[in-house]
C-alpha cells in the first residue's frame, strides 16, 4: 500500500511538473508569441510515422490567437495609416502655413523697404539713389554758377574799375580842355583887346 501510494505520488508530481512545465508563460498556447505556440505545439504532439499528431482543440486555440493577432495588427497598421495620413494632413497644413508666413513676411520687408512716391511704389534704396544724384546735380549746377558768377563778378569789378580810370581820365582831359579853351579865350580877348 505504501509503494502504490508512493508510486502514485511520484507519478502525480511527475505529471504536475510536466504539466507546470507545458503551461508557463513560455510555454503554452494561451501566452507568449506565435512562434513559442507553435514551439509547445510541436512539443507535445505525438509522432505517428513521419508526422506529428496534434490535437484538435490545440490547433483551434493556436489558429484563434494567430487570427488575433493577424486582427491586432490589421488594427494596428490600420491605426498606423490613420496617423500617418493625419501626420501628412498636419505637414501640408504646417506647409501651407509655412508659406503663407513667408509671404507674409517677404510682404512685411517689401513694405518696410518701399514707399508710395507720387503714388508709385519705390524702393528706399533706389529712392536715395535718386535723392543723391539729384543732389550731386543741383551742387554740380550750384558750383557751375557759382563759378561762373565769381568770373562774371570780377570782370565786372575790372569794367567798373576801367570805367572808374576812364573816368578820371575823361574828367582830367576835360578839365585839361577847359583850362585850354579858357587859355585860348584869354589869349583871344588879349590879343582883341591889343588890336584895339
Excluded at 507553435?38 to 487570427?67: A, G, Q
Excluded at 514707399?115 to 557751375?144: D, E, H, R
Excluded at 557759382?146 to 570780377?154: D, E, K, T, W
Excluded at 569794367?159 to 585860348?184: M, S, V, Y
Aim: proline share 1%.
Amino acid at each position: 500500500m505504501k509503494k502504490i501510494i508512493l508510486s502514485l505520488f511520484f507519478v502525480s508530481g511527475v505529471i504536475a511538473a510536466s504539466f507546470a512545465q507545458d503551461t508557463t508563460p513560455e510555454n503554452s498556447l494561451n501566452s507568449g508569441t506565435i512562434e513559442s505556440q507553435f514551439e509547445y505545439i510541436y512539443r507535445i504532439s505525438n509522432n505517428f510515422e513521419d508526422y506529428e499528431v496534434v490535437k484538435k482543440t490545440n490547433l483551434e486555440k493556436l489558429k484563434s490567437n494567430i487570427l488575433d493577432s493577424l486582427r491586432t495588427m490589421r488594427k494596428q497598421v490600420g491605426d498606423l495609416k490613420a496617423m500617418q495620413a493625419a501626420q501628412t494632413d498636419s505637414i501640408r497644413q504646417i506647409a501651407a502655413n509655412l508659406a503663407q508666413e513667408v509671404e507674409l513676411k517677404e510682404a512685411a520687408i517689401d513694405q518696410q523697404e518701399s514707399f508710395s512716391f507720387l503714388g508709385m511704389n519705390i524702393q528706399k534704396t533706389v529712392y536715395s539713389s535718386m535723392m543723391w544724384t539729384l543732389v550731386a546735380g543741383l551742387a554740380g549746377f550750384l558750383a557751375f554758377f557759382s563759378i561762373q558768377y565769381f568770373r562774371s563778378f570780377g570782370k565786372v569789378k575790372k569794367a567798373q574799375k576801367d570805367l572808374e580810370d576812364i573816368q578820371e581820365e575823361f574828367d582830367q582831359h576835360r578839365k585839361n580842355t577847359l583850362e585850354r579853351e579858357r587859355k585860348l579865350k584869354r589869349e583871344l580877348i588879349d590879343a582883341q583887346m591889343g588890336k584895339s
